[in-house]
């Protein structure tokens, strides 16, 4: 539901106002908004199509009592976000989700969806607040699109349902992308920790602003944790902990003094009663499967509604060729299947595939893929892939130091890197081998087994990529 203009003219001044005399700022953290590709208009475009889609994949809370609460309160936010970054033609709007996962998302330009769960969870106004006020970070600082410059394949509107599942996240990401992913359960444009710290200190400043004691987002994002479980709540799968976060948000709360933060508010009180007189809310989880969306209908034969279990067969002796789109032909062994998405291709042999945490992932195989290289230099490029992939795989390491390597008669870099898989808790191997084409895209391949049994897997790897045939372009 879009914020009712009344509300925005009645309230938008003194919010303000009362923000700057509640709010005093002594030396508060600079935020620097990270390199983008996007322009403001397409991240409002991309964002606006998102939205759509999500609107009619996720059950929405119909209850005005509830959605008043939650614009206000996200308008009283918006309110306060810094002049800079409050880039023209965004359009922050604001509406609950009837499920009971704790989670919140927001999408580029400003539509934001906030789980009935996360309302239910907070024990205060403040610690409801402190969520929203991270999620339109996100979006001020512009970091969907900030992430997907790193891994654009394909121009705006042939990503949008790639990047707006990445960014959702989760279950939820399921429901509304189209199955893209990286491998190695890794997504290009899911934040990874720097993105989160950054929109840990905005969110408190902008709490701050608006009259919250930024402590309740941290207090917040402790009971997330704790009712985490075996699994965690989605808000977690999508917003990784960037490492001390209670420690850093409470030092940014000391430099900025907020004279009688509020904490709780009657209107706060009454949406929670609201909300415990309703029928328990569904999980995210529940509504994929009632619509028939779980993720084995997602991104044709890649998605699996299940982790991969990591036992497989040993690669058969036979090969199979696969030509893929006129990009590229390549042999693999016939015991292992195609798994395609928009942008890279896998091969894995059953067991071996599957999805976790909402994202399509492999223990054992081959993943070819092609990514848009402006620089169009080799090293470069490959190093951006690597710190990519790092961003969201804290325990991937560097093993060898960058080796010369033909790929198809051209120039190519070999380089070893090690990471203990989300899925097996396995300490796994990883080859990546890239190489570029004429119009300066990069090409890689990447090939991971389990440590103990990468010696048998690696004859089988550089075959595949001896069979490797690119195209001319």
Avoid: C
């Amino acid at each position: 539901m879009r914020i009712r203009s009344s509300y925005r003219r009645q309230t938008g001044a003194s919010i303000i106002a009362l923000a700057a005399s509640l709010a005093v700022v002594s030396a508060q953290t600079k935020v620097t908004p990270p390199a983008n590709k996007y322009s403001v208009q397409e991240d409002v475009k991309l964002g606006q199509d998102a939205a759509r889609e999500a609107r009619r994949q996720l059950p929405l809370l119909r209850d005005e009592r509830v959605e008043s609460y939650v614009e206000q309160l996200g308008e009283r936010l918006v309110a306060a976000i810094p002049a800079d970054q409050r880039h023209p033609g965004f359009k922050y709007t604001f509406e609950v989700v009837n499920v009971r996962d704790i989670n919140a998302f927001a999408l580029p330009g400003g539509p934001m969806f906030v789980n009935r769960g996360m309302i239910e969870a907070a024990k205060t106004e403040g610690e409801v607040a402190g969520v929203m006020a991270h999620e339109i970070s996100h979006v001020a600082l512009r970091h969907g699109t900030a992430q997907a410059s790193k891994a654009t394949k394909y121009q705006i509107g042939e990503i949008i349902g790639a990047v707006a599942g990445a960014i959702v996240g989760g279950t939820a990401g399921q429901v509304i992308s189209q199955g893209t992913s990286f491998g190695l359960g890794t997504a290009f444009m899911k934040y990874g920790r720097e993105y989160e710290r950054q929109a840990d200190i905005e969110g408190a400043q902008i709490m701050a602003r608006a009259g919250y004691d930024p402590r309740d987002m941290a207090n917040m994002f402790q009971t997330i944790e704790k009712q985490s479980g075996g699994s965690g709540p989605e808000w977690l799968s999508d917003h990784p902990n960037p490492g001390n976060r209670s420690a850093y948000i409470t030092k940014e709360a000391e430099l900025i003094r907020v004279s009688s933060p509020i904490r709780d508010t009657a209107a706060f009180d009454r949406v929670k009663s609201q909300l415990r007189s309703m029928p328990k809310a569904p999980s995210t989880e529940e509504v994929a499967r009632r619509n028939g969306r779980t993720s084995s209908s997602q991104g044709g034969e890649r998605g699996e509604d299940r982790p991969p279990t990591g036992r497989v067969s040993a690669p058969s002796s036979s090969y199979t060729q696969y030509e893929e789109g006129g990009l590229f032909r390549v042999s693999v062994p016939s015991n292992w299947r195609e798994l395609t998405s928009n942008s890279s291709v896998t091969f894995a042999p059953d067991g071996a595939h599957g999805a976790y945490n909402g994202q399509n992932v492999f223990t054992h195989g081959v993943e070819i893929g092609v990514a848009r290289n402006e620089a169009h230099n080799l090293r470069e490029a490959t190093d951006e892939l690597i710190d990519a992939l790092a961003e969201s795989n804290p325990r991937l390491r560097r093993e060898s130091e960058y080796r010369q390597r033909s790929v198809d008669g051209r120039s190519g870099l070999l380089m070893v890197l090690s990471n203990v898989s989300d899925v097996t808790r396995r300490e796994e191997t990883i080859q990546l081998v890239t190489t570029l084409l004429s119009n300066g895209n990069l090409v890689y391949a990447v090939a991971v087994a389990p440590d103990d049994e990468f010696g048998a897997y690696q004859p089988h790897f550089q075959r595949v990529i001896q069979s490797l045939r690119l195209s001319r372009q």
